[in-house]
């Protein structure tokens, strides 16, 4: 017998591990200078729930992150409230609602299907040698799900107090959607850079993650979204080049290549970000994931494309 056996114990990463529902919604306008975030997660078997909205505006941040009562009725509903945040599913894969109000602000946010809704799983059926994102989260294939979307975005914005207090805007810009589910420990992860891009005729969304258990396990997933489909990525790598604000790169380049071939090198202005957001996830405490939403310009070198980025750039903190 030790003598720490004998003391109230450790708690294992593994006691962490729970259901979670978590839905994502971001949107950016730059010609109109807003951009905001929306976020929930649902942890029914805790019976408690958690919800965020950010919202910029000429440099002037509104944030709000709370824990709040669990949506009772919960499972297949098409409306869900998460205390000052409402979303609505008004049609499968193509249109939703985001209503956010305090006394703060008040915004509708109207997401349209862009391209064709994508499922991560498919990474793991292509690339079936390769770490999954469910085994990085969830420690097993096929125990955590994980969707997105390229959505259009369209709405209004009401300031209800501070420098803009009675202005309405309204906004029409670029947006996207992420809903996963499942096993989730979200102090399992080491850090991760989360990525969506919009172009004219594609969209991306790229990611790599790695675990404090298996640090040198990291997933690299993603696809390539277009009108007529979306083709998963074989290949990818993510560089950080230079230094930039807030503790941030300059520049972060995507290299990747397609099932079916296809190469493009995606280079984000991460250092010139024209809204950089903290995203509020969970109720904080000493061990906390930090996430940092890099709203930004991109070129794709191979088309010379020009589009729009949200670079998510995380990390396991203690605080």
């Known amino acids: 017998m030790l003598l720490h056996e004998d003391y109230p114990h450790t708690v294992p990463a593994r006691a962490w591990l729970r259901w979670k529902e978590n839905y994502f919604w971001v949107f950016m306008d730059p010609d109109r200078d807003i951009c905001c975030l929306a976020h929930s997660t649902a ?8 919800a965020s909205f950010t919202v910029l505006h000429k440099g002037q941040k509104l944030i709000s992150g709370k824990e709040v009562p669990m949506p009772s009725p919960f499972e297949h509903q098409k409306l869900l409230h998460y205390g000052d945040l409402t979303l609505h599913f008004l049609k499968p894969q193509a249109e939703f609602r985001v209503e956010y109000e305090d006394d703060n602000v008040a915004a509708v946010l109207n997401f349209t299907r862009r391209m064709h809704l994508f499922d991560f799983q498919a990474c793991a059926d292509v690339n079936p040698d390769m770490f999954s994102v469910s085994e990085n989260t969830a420690f097993e294939r096929n125990s955590f799900r994980h969707q997105g979307q390229c959505m259009n975005a369209t709405g209004t914005i009401n300031f209800k107090s501070g420098e ?4 309405s805007i309204d906004v029409d810009g670029s947006g996207y959607r992420d809903h996963s589910w499942g096993m989730r420990n979200d102090q399992l992860t080491l850090d991760h850079n989360w990525s969506f891009f919009n172009f004219p005729s594609m969209g991306f969304h790229l990611m790599q993650v790695r675990n404090t258990i298996r640090p040198m396990n990291m997933t690299a997933e993603g696809y390539l979204a277009r009108p007529e489909g979306n083709e998963v990525i074989k290949e990818l790598s993510i560089e950080n080049v230079g230094e930039g604000p807030e ?6 380049v995507f290299r ?5 071939g296809d190469k493009f090198t995606l280079v984000a202005d991460v250092g010139n970000a024209f809204a950089r957001l ?15 939403e890099n709203m930004c310009r991109v070129h794709c070198e191979e088309t010379s494309e020009e589009g729009l980025a949200n670079v998510e750039i995380g990390a396991l903190k203690h605080i």
Request: hydrophobic share 30%.
């Open 278 to 292: 903290p995203l509020h996830s969970q109720k904080p405490g000493s061990k906390v994931y930090l996430n940092v």
């Open 164 to 167: 803009w207090a009675g202005q």
């Open 43 to 50: 942890e029914p078997t805790h019976d408690r729930a958690f």
């Open 256 to 260: 990747t290549r397609t099932l079916s």
């Open 247 to 252: 503790g941030m790169p300059d520049k972060v």
